[in-house]
Protein backbone atom coordinates (compact mmCIF):
# COMPACT_ATOMS: atom_id res chain seq x y z
CA UNK A 1 0.00 0.00 0.00
CA UNK A 2 1.27 3.25 -0.95
CA UNK A 3 1.94 6.65 1.47
CA UNK A 4 -1.33 7.83 -0.41
CA UNK A 5 -3.34 4.87 -0.17
CA UNK A 6 -2.82 4.69 3.63
CA UNK A 7 -3.68 8.39 3.69
CA UNK A 8 -7.08 8.46 1.35
CA UNK A 9 -8.88 6.22 3.96
CA UNK A 10 -11.00 8.97 5.62
CA UNK A 11 -10.14 7.93 8.69
CA UNK A 12 -6.11 8.27 8.74
CA UNK A 13 -6.23 12.27 9.60
CA UNK A 14 -2.54 12.54 10.17
CA UNK A 15 -1.34 10.21 6.75
CA UNK A 16 -3.32 12.19 5.11
CA UNK A 17 -2.18 15.75 6.43
CA UNK A 18 1.57 14.24 5.83
CA UNK A 19 0.58 13.29 2.15
CA UNK A 20 -1.51 16.42 1.14
CA UNK A 21 1.07 18.50 2.18
CA UNK A 22 3.94 16.41 0.22
CA UNK A 23 1.63 16.51 -2.62
CA UNK A 24 1.36 20.09 -2.96
CA UNK A 25 4.47 20.93 -1.93
CA UNK A 26 5.89 18.66 -5.02
CA UNK A 27 2.99 19.97 -7.11
CA UNK A 28 4.55 21.50 -10.39
CA UNK A 29 3.53 25.24 -10.50
CA UNK A 30 4.16 25.82 -14.14
CA UNK A 31 3.49 24.08 -17.60
CA UNK A 32 7.06 24.27 -18.34
CA UNK A 33 7.51 22.31 -15.44
CA UNK A 34 5.61 19.04 -16.97
CA UNK A 35 7.74 18.95 -20.55
CA UNK A 36 10.76 16.86 -21.23
CA UNK A 37 12.92 17.03 -24.14
CA UNK A 38 12.98 13.72 -25.98
CA UNK A 39 15.20 12.69 -29.33
CA UNK A 40 13.06 9.74 -30.19
CA UNK A 41 9.97 8.42 -27.85
CA UNK A 42 10.89 5.46 -29.64
CA UNK A 43 13.92 4.83 -28.16
CA UNK A 44 14.42 6.97 -24.93
CA UNK A 45 17.54 7.51 -23.38
CA UNK A 46 17.76 6.88 -19.43
CA UNK A 47 17.77 9.96 -18.10
CA UNK A 48 15.01 10.91 -20.54
CA UNK A 49 12.60 8.09 -19.08
CA UNK A 50 13.63 8.80 -15.66
CA UNK A 51 12.23 12.79 -16.03
CA UNK A 52 8.99 11.18 -17.84
CA UNK A 53 8.41 8.94 -14.40
CA UNK A 54 9.27 11.54 -12.05
CA UNK A 55 6.47 14.21 -13.59
CA UNK A 56 4.22 11.09 -13.52
CA UNK A 57 4.69 10.47 -9.94
CA UNK A 58 4.87 14.06 -9.20
CA UNK A 59 1.85 15.14 -11.11
CA UNK A 60 0.46 12.33 -12.42
CA UNK A 61 1.19 13.84 -15.94
CA UNK A 62 4.10 14.59 -18.46
CA UNK A 63 4.58 16.20 -21.65
CA UNK A 64 7.45 14.89 -23.92
CA UNK A 65 8.45 17.47 -26.79
CA UNK A 66 10.50 15.41 -29.77
CA UNK A 67 12.41 16.26 -32.77
CA UNK A 68 10.47 13.62 -35.21
CA UNK A 69 7.53 16.03 -35.71
CA UNK A 70 4.88 15.38 -38.29
CA UNK A 71 6.21 11.57 -38.56
CA UNK A 72 2.61 9.51 -38.92
CA UNK A 73 4.38 6.57 -37.49
CA UNK A 74 1.83 4.41 -35.20
CA UNK A 75 4.88 2.97 -33.32
CA UNK A 76 5.81 6.32 -31.57
CA UNK A 77 3.07 5.59 -29.22
CA UNK A 78 3.03 2.29 -28.70
CA UNK A 79 7.03 2.08 -28.22
CA UNK A 80 7.05 4.64 -25.66
CA UNK A 81 4.39 3.25 -23.50
CA UNK A 82 6.25 0.08 -23.15
CA UNK A 83 9.21 1.69 -21.90
CA UNK A 84 7.07 4.02 -19.55
CA UNK A 85 5.60 0.21 -17.94
CA UNK A 86 2.33 0.60 -20.15
CA UNK A 87 1.02 -2.55 -22.37
CA UNK A 88 -2.54 -3.58 -21.21
CA UNK A 89 -4.24 -1.88 -24.23
CA UNK A 90 -7.72 -0.86 -24.39
CA UNK A 91 -8.94 -2.54 -27.46
CA UNK A 92 -11.93 -0.22 -27.70
CA UNK A 93 -14.14 -0.63 -30.52
CA UNK A 94 -13.33 2.72 -32.21
CA UNK A 95 -9.84 2.16 -32.15
CA UNK A 96 -7.98 0.72 -34.98
CA UNK A 97 -7.29 -3.13 -35.59
CA UNK A 98 -3.98 -2.01 -33.39
CA UNK A 99 -5.66 -0.61 -30.74
CA UNK A 100 -4.18 2.91 -31.01
CA UNK A 101 -7.45 5.78 -32.30
CA UNK A 102 -6.39 8.59 -35.02
CA UNK A 103 -8.30 11.39 -33.10
CA UNK A 104 -9.59 13.78 -35.97
CA UNK A 105 -12.50 15.46 -37.19
CA UNK A 106 -14.27 11.92 -39.36
CA UNK A 107 -16.31 12.76 -42.27
CA UNK A 108 -18.85 10.04 -41.63
CA UNK A 109 -19.30 6.46 -40.30
CA UNK A 110 -19.51 5.41 -36.32
CA UNK A 111 -16.60 7.51 -35.75
CA UNK A 112 -18.36 11.30 -36.91
CA UNK A 113 -21.23 10.12 -34.06
CA UNK A 114 -19.19 10.86 -31.20
CA UNK A 115 -17.69 14.18 -30.08
CA UNK A 116 -13.51 13.53 -29.81
CA UNK A 117 -13.69 12.90 -33.45
CA UNK A 118 -15.11 16.60 -34.11
CA UNK A 119 -13.85 19.72 -33.71
CA UNK A 120 -16.37 20.98 -30.67
CA UNK A 121 -14.91 21.70 -26.93
CA UNK A 122 -15.25 18.64 -24.87
CA UNK A 123 -15.87 19.27 -20.81
CA UNK A 124 -13.89 18.16 -18.45
CA UNK A 125 -13.99 13.93 -17.62
CA UNK A 126 -11.53 11.17 -17.77
CA UNK A 127 -11.31 8.51 -20.22
CA UNK A 128 -12.96 5.13 -20.24
CA UNK A 129 -16.15 6.46 -17.27
CA UNK A 130 -18.10 4.02 -18.66
CA UNK A 131 -15.90 0.98 -18.48
CA UNK A 132 -16.40 -1.29 -16.17
CA UNK A 133 -14.49 -2.08 -13.26
CA UNK A 134 -11.83 -4.96 -15.03
CA UNK A 135 -11.56 -2.92 -17.51
CA UNK A 136 -10.72 0.23 -16.18
CA UNK A 137 -8.57 3.07 -17.66
CA UNK A 138 -5.59 3.86 -15.48
CA UNK A 139 -3.22 5.53 -18.09
CA UNK A 140 -3.73 7.03 -21.65
CA UNK A 141 -1.17 8.49 -23.75
CA UNK A 142 -1.63 11.40 -26.51
CA UNK A 143 1.04 11.81 -29.63
CA UNK A 144 0.60 14.86 -31.95
CA UNK A 145 0.83 14.91 -35.37
CA UNK A 146 -0.27 17.51 -36.87
CA UNK A 147 -2.09 20.60 -34.60
CA UNK A 148 -5.28 22.40 -35.49
CA UNK A 149 -5.10 25.55 -37.88
CA UNK A 150 -6.71 27.12 -34.43
CA UNK A 151 -7.84 26.24 -30.99
CA UNK A 152 -8.22 22.44 -29.84
CA UNK A 153 -5.63 23.14 -26.16
CA UNK A 154 -5.83 20.42 -23.46
CA UNK A 155 -7.38 21.68 -20.42
CA UNK A 156 -4.95 18.89 -17.76
CA UNK A 157 -5.99 18.67 -13.82
CA UNK A 158 -4.49 15.81 -11.47
CA UNK A 159 -7.21 13.93 -9.99
CA UNK A 160 -5.86 13.82 -6.06
CA UNK A 161 -5.85 17.62 -6.58
CA UNK A 162 -9.37 17.66 -7.04
CA UNK A 163 -9.82 15.18 -4.17
CA UNK A 164 -7.71 17.31 -1.93
CA UNK A 165 -9.97 20.42 -3.10
CA UNK A 166 -12.85 18.40 -2.28
CA UNK A 167 -11.74 16.62 0.94
CA UNK A 168 -10.66 19.53 2.31
CA UNK A 169 -14.21 21.56 1.95
CA UNK A 170 -16.28 18.43 3.38
CA UNK A 171 -14.71 14.91 3.77
CA UNK A 172 -18.43 13.38 3.39
CA UNK A 173 -18.00 14.75 -0.24
CA UNK A 174 -15.49 12.41 -0.88
CA UNK A 175 -17.08 9.39 0.97
CA UNK A 176 -20.05 10.00 -0.76
CA UNK A 177 -18.39 10.17 -4.29
CA UNK A 178 -17.02 6.77 -3.70
CA UNK A 179 -19.95 4.64 -3.27
CA UNK A 180 -20.38 2.32 -4.97
CA UNK A 181 -23.29 3.47 -7.41
CA UNK A 182 -22.50 7.00 -7.15
CA UNK A 183 -22.55 7.34 -10.78
CA UNK A 184 -24.29 5.03 -13.48
CA UNK A 185 -23.53 5.70 -17.39
CA UNK A 186 -26.45 4.89 -19.04
CA UNK A 187 -26.67 1.84 -21.86
CA UNK A 188 -25.91 2.66 -25.20
CA UNK A 189 -27.61 1.23 -28.09
CA UNK A 190 -30.09 1.49 -30.80
CA UNK A 191 -33.61 -0.10 -31.46
CA UNK A 192 -33.56 -1.98 -28.96
CA UNK A 193 -29.86 -3.54 -29.68
CA UNK A 194 -27.77 -3.09 -26.85
CA UNK A 195 -23.86 -2.42 -27.30
CA UNK A 196 -23.48 -1.44 -24.18
CA UNK A 197 -24.77 -1.87 -21.02
CA UNK A 198 -25.72 0.24 -18.13
CA UNK A 199 -22.27 1.16 -15.57
CA UNK A 200 -22.69 1.94 -12.29
CA UNK A 201 -19.57 2.89 -9.68
CA UNK A 202 -18.28 5.29 -7.88
CA UNK A 203 -15.58 8.50 -8.68
CA UNK A 204 -13.43 8.20 -6.53
CA UNK A 205 -11.53 4.47 -5.93
CA UNK A 206 -8.60 3.21 -4.33
CA UNK A 207 -6.77 0.16 -6.47
CA UNK A 208 -4.63 -2.85 -4.51
CA UNK A 209 -1.46 -0.62 -4.71
CA UNK A 210 -3.31 2.21 -2.96
CA UNK A 211 -3.59 4.34 -6.62
CA UNK A 212 -6.47 6.84 -6.08
CA UNK A 213 -8.70 6.41 -9.57
CA UNK A 214 -11.25 8.79 -10.98
CA UNK A 215 -14.25 8.27 -13.44
CA UNK A 216 -15.79 11.38 -14.37
CA UNK A 217 -17.88 13.28 -16.98
CA UNK A 218 -19.31 16.84 -16.85
CA UNK A 219 -21.97 16.04 -19.90
CA UNK A 220 -24.89 15.88 -18.32
CA UNK A 221 -26.65 13.45 -20.90
CA UNK A 222 -24.54 10.90 -20.80
CA UNK A 223 -24.59 10.37 -16.65
CA UNK A 224 -26.80 9.53 -13.61
CA UNK A 225 -26.34 10.76 -10.36
CA UNK A 226 -27.34 8.90 -7.61
CA UNK A 227 -30.73 10.33 -5.99
CA UNK A 228 -29.53 11.47 -2.54
CA UNK A 229 -28.69 14.91 -0.64
CA UNK A 230 -25.03 13.79 0.02
CA UNK A 231 -24.41 13.02 -3.33
CA UNK A 232 -26.60 15.88 -5.04
CA UNK A 233 -24.38 18.22 -2.72
CA UNK A 234 -20.92 16.96 -3.14
CA UNK A 235 -21.25 16.95 -7.28
CA UNK A 236 -22.20 20.28 -6.95
CA UNK A 237 -19.07 21.05 -4.68
CA UNK A 238 -17.20 19.20 -7.62
CA UNK A 239 -18.61 20.85 -10.63
CA UNK A 240 -18.07 24.47 -8.58
CA UNK A 241 -13.97 23.41 -8.05
CA UNK A 242 -13.59 22.45 -11.49
CA UNK A 243 -15.12 26.01 -12.81
CA UNK A 244 -13.70 28.05 -10.20
CA UNK A 245 -11.38 27.14 -7.64
CA UNK A 246 -9.27 24.06 -9.43
CA UNK A 247 -8.14 26.26 -11.98
CA UNK A 248 -4.99 27.39 -10.33
CA UNK A 249 -3.81 24.11 -10.34
CA UNK A 250 -4.99 23.16 -13.88
CA UNK A 251 -2.70 23.51 -16.99
CA UNK A 252 -3.40 24.44 -20.67
CA UNK A 253 -1.44 22.56 -23.35
CA UNK A 254 -1.51 22.67 -27.01
CA UNK A 255 0.25 19.83 -28.34
CA UNK A 256 2.80 20.53 -31.27
CA UNK A 257 3.58 17.77 -33.87
CA UNK A 258 5.89 15.78 -32.21
CA UNK A 259 4.84 16.30 -28.61
CA UNK A 260 2.71 13.86 -26.65
CA UNK A 261 1.28 13.89 -23.58
CA UNK A 262 1.90 10.46 -20.67
CA UNK A 263 -0.72 10.63 -17.53
CA UNK A 264 -2.47 8.65 -15.18
CA UNK A 265 -6.03 9.10 -16.66
CA UNK A 266 -5.84 12.85 -15.71
CA UNK A 267 -9.11 15.22 -15.95
CA UNK A 268 -8.87 16.73 -19.51
CA UNK A 269 -10.74 19.01 -21.08
CA UNK A 270 -10.33 20.26 -25.20
CA UNK A 271 -11.47 23.95 -26.67
CA UNK A 272 -12.88 24.33 -30.03
CA UNK A 273 -11.08 23.98 -33.05
CA UNK A 274 -10.77 24.51 -36.94
CA UNK A 275 -8.71 23.09 -39.47
CA UNK A 276 -7.58 24.03 -42.46
CA UNK A 277 -6.50 22.37 -45.67
CA UNK A 278 -2.86 22.33 -44.84
CA UNK A 279 -3.29 21.68 -41.25
CA UNK A 280 -5.69 18.80 -40.06
CA UNK A 281 -5.55 17.90 -36.45
CA UNK A 282 -4.07 14.22 -35.90
CA UNK A 283 -3.18 12.69 -32.54
CA UNK A 284 -2.95 9.79 -32.10
CA UNK A 285 -4.20 8.24 -28.83
CA UNK A 286 -3.97 4.64 -26.63
CA UNK A 287 -5.35 3.78 -23.91
CA UNK A 288 -4.28 1.06 -21.14
CA UNK A 289 -5.22 -0.82 -18.08
CA UNK A 290 -1.66 -0.05 -16.65
CA UNK A 291 -0.44 3.24 -14.51
CA UNK A 292 2.89 4.80 -15.49
CA UNK A 293 5.43 2.87 -14.19
CA UNK A 294 6.96 3.84 -10.65
CA UNK A 295 10.65 3.55 -11.57
Not at 116 to 143: K, S, V
Not at 201 to 228: C, N
Not at 230 to 257: D, H, I, Q
Request: aromatic share 6%; net charge neutral; hydrophobic share 40%.
Amino acid sequence: MTAAGRALDLGASEAYARWRATKLAGHPGRLEELVVEVRDPRRLAESERGALLERCARANMALYASTLGRDPDKEIPRQLGLQLGLSRMDANYLADDDGISPIAVAAGGKRAEFIPYTNRAIRWHTDGYYNPPGRAIRAFLLHCVEEAQSGGENGLLDPEIIYILLRDEDPEHVRALMAGDAMTIPARGEEGAQDRPAQGGPVFSVDPEGHLHMRYTARSRSIQWKDDRATGSAVRALEGLLAGAAARWAFRAALKPGWGLVCNNVLHDRRAFSDSDARRRLLYRVRYHDRVASE
